[in-house]
């Protein structure tokens, strides 16, 4: 099956760094990628949409800033948090897709538990 | 605007005893609607989804979800469960739009099987 791998798994980091988080595809290439953030006990919240080649659609309230998004190939895309700050300490979740229509199957990473101290 | 209510945040429930995970959805547009199934320190997978057609979907692990358009209800359920069902279920919809498949989530139900 299809499957999205996300390195690293869980990162700490000092107030004011970066941090970056990669998503790949590892046995299909995906046309189009989606970052997800969540928090305990709350859904998951869609961040940005990225295409290969082309620059992200952030969702209204995400900081284009701060959340850089970059889908470089058809098997990777990266979200970059600059400047981190304790409340960007998250769950950070990929997914990607064949696809660009509704009825296409995302197919998710594990997630990025992201702590900012 | 979409929103999705999982109305459950936990469900006990002993083995093979049948079980119902409520979702509701709140759309102006049509949507297309799913169920995603998180075991624990994986990744969501998709367990069912409807697009169109029949309103009663099924998986091929023994769930089944039925498209209430009057009630904009998506519950999904099983008839006997299995320690292996645990697990946190996450119900979704991403409205029609012939572009990106934007996925919008409830907050899941954990599901725990007892013995």
């Known amino acids: 099956g299809a499957v999205v791998s996300q390195h690293p798994s869980w990162v700490i980091c000092k107030s004011g760094t970066s941090v970056k988080i990669e998503c790949r595809s590892l046995?299909?290439?995906?046309?189009?990628m989606f970052w997800y953030r969540q928090f305990p006990k709350q859904s998951l919240m869609l961040m940005a949409t990225?295409?290969?080649?082309?620059?992200?659609?952030?969702e209204q309230g995400v900081e284009k800033d701060k959340f850089l998004i970059n889908h470089a190939s058809l098997t990777l895309s990266t979200l970059t948090v600059t400047s981190a700050h304790p409340e960007d300490s998250s769950f950070y979740i990929c997914?990607?897709?064949?696809?660009?229509?509704?009825?296409?199957?995302?197919?998710f990473g594990p997630g990025t538990r992201l702590t900012v101290l | 605007a979409q929103s999705v209510t999982q109305l459950d945040s936990q469900v006990p429930v002993f083995e093979e005893a049948p079980v119902e995970l409520r979702c509701n959805y709140s759309?102006?547009?049509?949507?297309?609607l799913f169920w995603y199934v998180q075991y624990p320190n994986q990744g969501l997978q998709l367990l069912l989804k409807?697009?169109?057609?029949?309103?009663l979907v099924e998986s091929i692990n023994g769930f089944e979800a039925e498209f209430n358009k009057s009630q904009t209800s998506f519950h999904l359920r099983k008839p006997s469960v299995h320690i292996s069902d645990t697990a946190e279920y996450f119900c979704a919809v991403s409205p029609f739009s012939g572009g990106y498949n934007k996925l919008i989530f409830g907050a899941g139900t954990r599901l725990a099987v007892h013995p």
């Open positions: 409807y697009l169109s057609g029949s309103t």
């Open positions: 997914s990607a897709t064949t696809g660009s229509g509704g009825t296409d199957t995302q197919y």
């Open positions: 990225s295409n290969e080649g082309s620059k992200a659609t952030y």
């Open positions: 046995d299909f290439q995906a046309t189009t």
């Open positions: 759309s102006s547009v049509s949507v297309y």
